[in-house]
């Protein structure tokens, strides 16, 4: 069955610190895995999109790595701001068309 | 969100009554989707449309029906409301078949009570 597992469901942490999301997917025949942040009560916005090929991409304070191996991926923000405060939804293609959401981490960043 | 316009942001309805969300686009973009989105789920997509009058079904599709009479909009229509449906609901726009480019709304609340 295609699925794609997140952890931890949530997450605090202090304002100026590094943190790491997980996630875990089946989806076969893999096409493409992005991240996606989306803040209460809004819809997700792109972080990051990653092909088979690639292992790592980054958008600023997020760096997004693929292990399409082990069928992991992670995503590290660095240096953690107030504005990080949101969920972080893992999302895998497949089949070119069909795609699979995680659940999602609720990051919330204390000052 | 730039580009894609969804409305009502919010509505409650009863049981029993039937309820139309819209989804309007100003990108010209080929793709549009309708997913739901609960506590503790992933998003779920309910049916999409890859053209005008072209339209299929998703993965929680039953109670639903949906149309697109123009390329700009994308209709979600749930024919007798349910509490089960009860959920944000997204669109979201694409150029291409699973694209890059996918862009969502910013989401429908429906209560049905």
């Known amino acids: 069955k295609n699925q794609v597992e997140q952890s931890p469901q949530s997450l605090i942490i202090l304002e100026g610190k590094n943190c790491t999301l997980q996630?875990?997917?089946?989806?076969?025949?893999?096409?493409?895995l992005r991240w996606y942040k989306q803040d209460t009560g809004r819809g997700p916005v792109s972080l990051t999109i990653m092909t088979f090929s690639e292992n790592t991409k980054s958008n600023g304070r997020y760096t997004a790595t693929l292990d399409a191996d082990t069928k992991q991926s992670s995503l590290h923000i660095t240096a953690s701001q107030l504005s990080d405060s949101a969920s972080y939804i893992c999302v895998v293609s497949f089949n070119n068309n069909d795609m699979r959401f995680g659940a999602g981490t609720r990051l919330t960043v204390k000052p | 969100d730039a580009g894609i316009t969804q409305s009502p942001r919010h509505k409650v309805t009863e049981t029993g009554t039937p309820v139309t969300l819209r989804c309007h686009q100003t990108e010209n973009h080929r793709y549009m989707y309708w997913y739901r989105q609960d506590p503790g789920h992933g998003l779920r997509l309910i049916h999409y449309?890859?053209?005008?009058?072209?339209?299929d079904k998703g993965e929680v599709s039953d109670g639903y029906s949906v149309s697109r009479s123009k390329t700009e909009d994308f209709l979600l229509t749930l024919e007798s409301a349910t509490s089960s449906q009860t959920s944000v609901y997204f669109c979201a726009i694409s150029e291409s078949a699973g694209g890059a480019g996918y862009t969502f709304g910013s989401g429908t609340r429906l209560t049905v009570v």
């Open positions: 996630c875990n997917y089946t989806v076969s025949p893999f096409s493409n």
């Open positions: 449309s890859y053209g005008v009058k072209d339209t």
